[in-house]
């Protein structure tokens, strides 16, 4: 079958669908229209492999087997993606309770204080070093343990406490905002609350909780984005009681400071259908096992007190006990550790970003060029608004999700990614604007600032630490595969099939005739009109936004669809492509959370003219980007420019090198 003779073919045959509910989540939706199983499918029967060369395969194997299946309910913003549009699942905002919040009052004043108080955010910058009474002062407050329960020494703290902490810690120091994310988001106290046995957490979380600093240790210098390649090598002792670990990590945060550290290493692969498969496995690993060295501390651009490390495994020997879950299931946990883990950042975000909204509004309002404060000329006002918009849409998608994972309401991982995707990417764009809105003082150091008499408004340096957000804990690239895999995944388990070469005709011709039988149902509805459905309480103005994404969610779904049909087995090739409508569902999310938001507030009794006029401005930015990114589905120049790209790889293009000093 032609690639883009798929879409006939599927709707060509006449099959009656049997839609459900259409709160019903895909998976299930899917399973039983389709009688196709709602379990994990093999890598294998979902996507083709045969084509791809060695490194890929084994990449995407891995990924593959260390994925689990989207939850059964799907989530608001997955199901964007097949058009459904969820509202219920985000409406009433889910707030925090009274309550919780209440609980992590105390905490976060004394956190507030000691920033202010006892924490030079410049001079750690300059120094590139954190004083030791900082360290203890944080972990006298309880500030290494917000999210460890208090049996085993921790403040017993929600997600949405320990974000608005992380709001506190962005808005001041990127420094210490990493040290101390790193060490309970990522460190040994995350996946030890998702996977650690009695033992462990007894062990180790009172110690990570009290103030020894954990890191975590994935990276190596082949293994960036791509963990498939990771070389650590821990071999099991002949008795199998221990593993002995042998190889580097490269960029270990905190690693120059931890007690413990969370290492993934590659241990004796494993036969599965017939075939070798690599398996990684997590170790909890004291750092003064002998053995263990760290070697260099890196330093970067910005988070220049960053305690970032090289760690060296030479013989080191860690016992059997020290796994996290099971051998093998090391890429899960980093992945599951990350699915919550991602939200620190966004949070950090939030903060930055009012802080550096903060220091633009003043500045516009006092700085007066060409007879006017800056304000009042059209193109700074253009940024300080765009700001704003961004910073409460942030702040209503960062929260909303921090709460949902509080209430453990189902699988959040797209919700997450696309939290940590978009806050990182709009917080440089803000410290971007800000520092334009600040002119030269923007670019002048703090200290030169002080020196000549001015206030020390650092914008360089949050500008400067904010830029690695895009990196690390997922790169922007990786987050748009990431969501994009979960958003294809619903019609790979339907049709996937057909186009995989690897699997008997038969199994493919049934493929072709479940599919025909979903899609004959589930595409026209993508045609229909929504109606009007007048949601309780909603202001009208955010009514207006909610149906505007109603129908836009269906849009995008039918898009998705058409590239399917246009591509084939290719559209994951299609990289450009799918992060347009990886940035239509994830602005999507953003509107919707801002309407919920914004409804919570005015409920609350805030201003209403100044909640809707930040919403309102918000989702009316938000919506131009959407169209862009549709345009961008039908005209663009993503082969032209790949083509380029190639050319210059191949050492093309002499000019573009020529006159420059090399
Ligand atoms: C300051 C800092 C702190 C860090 N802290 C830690 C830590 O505590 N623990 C830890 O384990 N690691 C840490 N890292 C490592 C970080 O997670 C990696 O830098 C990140 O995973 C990217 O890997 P890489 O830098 O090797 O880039 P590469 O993987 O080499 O990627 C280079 C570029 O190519 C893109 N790219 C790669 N693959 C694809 C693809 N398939 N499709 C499209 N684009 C792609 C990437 O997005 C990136 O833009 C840290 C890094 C830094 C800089």
Known sequence: MGQSS???????????????????????????????????????SVIDTSKMSKGQREALELAEASRDPLDDRGSFASNL??????????????????????????????????????????????????????????????????????????LGLSQSNYGRAAVLLGSWDGNVAALVSAHQSIGVAQPLLLFGTEEQKQKYLPRVAGGEISAFALTETHAGSDPATMSLRADPTPDGSAFILNGEKLWCT???????????????????????????????????????????????????????????????????ENIIAKEGQGLKVALMTLNTGRLTLPAACVGVSKRLLEISRKWASERVQWGVPIGKHGAIAGKIAEMAGNVFAMEAMTFLSSSLLDRKAGDLRIETAMCKMWATEMTWKIADDAMQVRGGRGYETAASLAGR???????????????????????????RLFIAREALDPHLKVGGAIFNTQLPMSERAKAVFTSGKFYAGWYPRQWLPNGTRKIDNLHRDLQKQVDYATATSKKLARGLFHAMARFGPKLDREQLLLSRFVGIATELFAISATCSYGQHLLGQGKASEEVLSVANYFCRSARLRIDNHFAGTHRNADKRGYQLTQELLADKHAMLRDGIVR
């Open 6 to 44: 798929i879409l006939p073919a599927l709707l060509g045959l006449e099959v009656r669908a049997t839609m459900k509910s259409p709160l019903e989540a895909p998976e299930k939706q899917i399973a039983e229209e389709t009688s196709a199983k709602p379990e994990k499918p093999l890598a294998s």
């Open 81 to 154: 993606f097949i058009g459904r549009y969820d509202f219920d699942r985000i409406y009433p905002y889910p707030a925090q309770s009274e309550q919780d919040r209440a609980a992590g009052e105390e905490f976060l004043q004394k956190l507030e204080n000691y920033l202010r108080e006892h924490v030079d955010a410049d001079e750690i910058d300059r120094t590139g070093e954190i004083p030791p009474e900082n360290f203890r002062g944080l972990a006298e407050i309880g500030a290494f343990g917000i999210k460890v329960p208090k049996k085993y020494g921790g």
């Open 254 to 320: 905190n690693g120059v400071k931890a007690g413990v550290l969370v290492v993934m290493a590659k241990t004796p692969p494993k036969i599965v259908a017939g075939k070798e498969r690599k398996q990684i496995t997590a170790f909890i690993v004291d750092v003064d096992t002998p053995g263990l060295e760290i070697a260099y501390r890196c330093r970067f651009m910005g988070l220049r007190a960053l305690y970032n490390a090289v760690v060296k495994f030479k013989d080191v020997r860690v016992p059997r």
């Open 453 to 479: 008499g001015e206030p020390p408004i650092s914008v360089e340096r949050f500008l400067r630490d904010c830029r690695v957000n895009m990196i690390f804990e997922g790169s922007s690239e990786i987050m």
